[in-house]
T-cell receptor, first 107, second 118 residues
Framework: DIQMTQSPSTLSTSVGDRVTITCRASESISGWLAWYQQKPGEAPKLLIYKASRLEAGVPSRFSGSGSGTDFTLTINSLQPDDFATYYC?????????FGQGTKLDIK | EGRLLESGGGLVKRGESLRLSCAASGFAFSDYAINWVRQAPGKGLEWVSSISSSSSHIYYAASVEGRFTIARDNSKNSLYLQMNGLRDEDTAVYYCMSDPKVRGDPVRGQGTLVTVSS
């Protein structure tokens, strides 16, 4: 199985900050990476697919980059609505696997 | 806007069975591959199973292979997860969600809680 490792696990941030979350795959997944946002009590919401493609309706302050094994989710000018947990997921092969999550806390 | 609505969760004893349903509305369900993803209390996300739009391709996580069965009925815009031989570690919120490979608008349910107790 492909292992997905996210860092950091928790990030204390403030409104207006620029945030970077990294995700590393245990082997190359080309660009088959998705990023999800999850708020407490809600289902995960797909933000980015194919490593860098923003889903319709997702604010442009979110961006994704990377290919192969190393990927990044960047949030520019963090907004109050962005405090949530973020997960990466590879979907190049089954079993699909998720990173362990990165929780954004208010500093 | 497309929606998925899970149902069928509940409290069961170890070894018992449960059938989850996922009702689709507002989008072309028959064009979408759908996944079941679960989340144990306080834990991260775990992919459980996938089914292609026509049911021709089905996949399971090793942790549920042989115990869970995914199925869909496109005429009823519905997805199912038959769960047999439930274990304590199957306790989780189960979400049905569109596969990230789908190029339509993503859809997701609100989740249904399955609790397995001895």
């Amino acid at each position: 199985d492909i292992q997905m490792t996210q860092s950091p696990s928790t990030l204390s941030t403030s409104v207006g900050d620029r945030v970077t979350i990294t995700c590393r795959a245990s082997e190359s997944i080309s660009g088959w990476l998705a990023w999800y946002q999850q708020k407490p009590g809600e289902a995960p919401k797909l933000l980015i697919y194919k490593a860098s493609r923003l889903e319709a309706g997702v604010p442009s302050r979110f961006s994704g980059s990377g290919s192969g094994t190393d990927f990044t989710l960047t949030i520019n000018s963090l907004q109050p609505d962005d405090f949530a947990t973020y997960y990466c997921q590879q979907y190049i092969t089954y079993p699909y696997t998720f990173g362990q999550g990165t929780k954004l806390d208010i500093k | 806007e497309g929606r998925l609505l899970e149902s069928g969760g509940g409290l069961v004893k170890r070894g018992e069975s449960l059938r989850l349903s996922c009702a689709a509305s507002g989008f072309a369900f028959s064009d979408y591959a759908i996944n079941w993803v679960r989340q144990a209390p306080g834990k991260g996300l775990e992919w459980v199973s996938s089914i292609s739009s026509s049911s021709s391709h089905i996949y399971y996580a090793a942790s549920v292979e042989g115990r869970f069965t995914i199925a869909r009925d496109n005429s009823k815009n519905s997805l199912y997860l038959q769960m047999n031989g439930l274990r304590d570690e199957d306790t989780a919120v189960y979400y049905c969600m569109s596969d990230p490979k789908v190029r339509g608008d993503p859809v997701r349910g609100q989740g249904t809680l399955v609790t397995v107790s001895s």
